[in-house]
């Protein structure tokens, strides 16, 4: 088998575009203030958040963008690898094609593990606007859990199915 696939270059690419959806948002949520005192929906002001909770929603992003723009550069060179190996001026010999396809591999897990941190940060993030939107989580606002269970519940059940293909097109 040749350095890498129609399928894997597929995936890549699949892989560079939802990154890319993400780092968008990761933008969007940077040019929020999240110190401006009208950006709340919480008029208790034993639920407003701490200083804490708006330094963390920052880092989070700032995270989530180094994770997805790590994840999309090995992404984007692996197919840039796949592209030279099949190109007619190359001529693999059997041991380099068998290690091509090990480095393949791991690039795509790395890729993949780039994602899922870059998707762990983001919710981490918006778990952090929902605080400070809504009122925090230790107040007990039903506002606050009824925005932040669902994403509990969805994001990493879409992580696993997630880590679970990346595993299997891993084996493969």
Partial sequence: MAAGTSIHVTALDGL????????????????????DPNN??????RCAPGPTVKRDLIAFHVYSFGSFL???????????????????????VEMLDRINQNALRVGMLAS?????????????????????????????STHSFAAVVPLLIFVPLGLFVYVCTVLYAFTR
Avoid: E
């Fill in 112 to 140: 993949g593990v780039g994602s899922v941190c870059g998707c762990v940060f983001l919710m981490l993030a918006l778990i952090n606007v929902v605080q400070i939107k809504l009122g925090t989580l230790a107040c007990g």
């Fill in 40 to 45: 709340t929906l919480n008029k208790d002001p």
């Fill in 70 to 92: 790590f994840s999309s550069l090995v992404a984007l060179a692996l197919k840039q690898a796949i592209r030279i190996t099949r190109s007619p001026t190359y001529h693999p």
């Fill in 16 to 35: 560079v575009n939802v990154n890319s959806l993400f780092t968008l948002a990761v933008f969007v949520g940077l040019a929020w203030n999240p110190w």
